[in-house]
């Protein structure tokens, strides 16, 4: 299944705050625009997007640790988790932020990095 770049940069974020949640995320499309620096529109879309593929699902009526209402938005699938594992991720600590796939050179700070998690 291909996903555009849009996609899969959203797809890698709610993936990665899935994993820092213990597996339980759900984002807006807010937050999610501010992590990936795309137009909230673009997220929107893309969210819908992998919604309709099976790797992301929609959550409504969703409730924050301390009870109090939270709203709705957007968390991967264990089939968008999947999907998400070859996609490029951000540099970790470079000031690009350029998407590199794991393990290659990374043009903004000129080293070879592991992004494997």
């Not at 890698?12 to 597996?23: M, N, Q």
């Not at 997220?43 to 409504?60: F, M, Q």
């Not at 794991?102 to 700070?109: A, E, L, S, V």
Request: glycine share 12%; aromatic share 8%; hydrophobic share 30%.
């Amino acid at each position: 299944m291909n996903l555009n770049p849009n996609e899969a940069k959203v797809l890698v974020e709610l993936v990665d705050a899935y994993s820092s949640y213990d597996g339980f995320c759900f984002r807006g499309f807010d937050g999610i625009s501010r992590e990936t620096g795309l137009d909230r529109k673009i997220v929107r879309r893309a969210c819908r997007s992998l919604a309709r593929k099976g790797l992301a699902e929609y959550g409504r009526g969703l409730w924050t640790e301390d009870g109090e209402p939270a709203g709705s938005g957007y968390a991967a699938t264990k089939a968008g988790a999947e999907r998400a594992k070859d996609l490029p991720r951000p540099c970790e600590g470079c000031p690009s932020g350029i998407a590199n796939p794991p393990g290659r050179y990374c043009p903004g700070c000129e080293a070879y990095r592991d992004h494997q998690q």
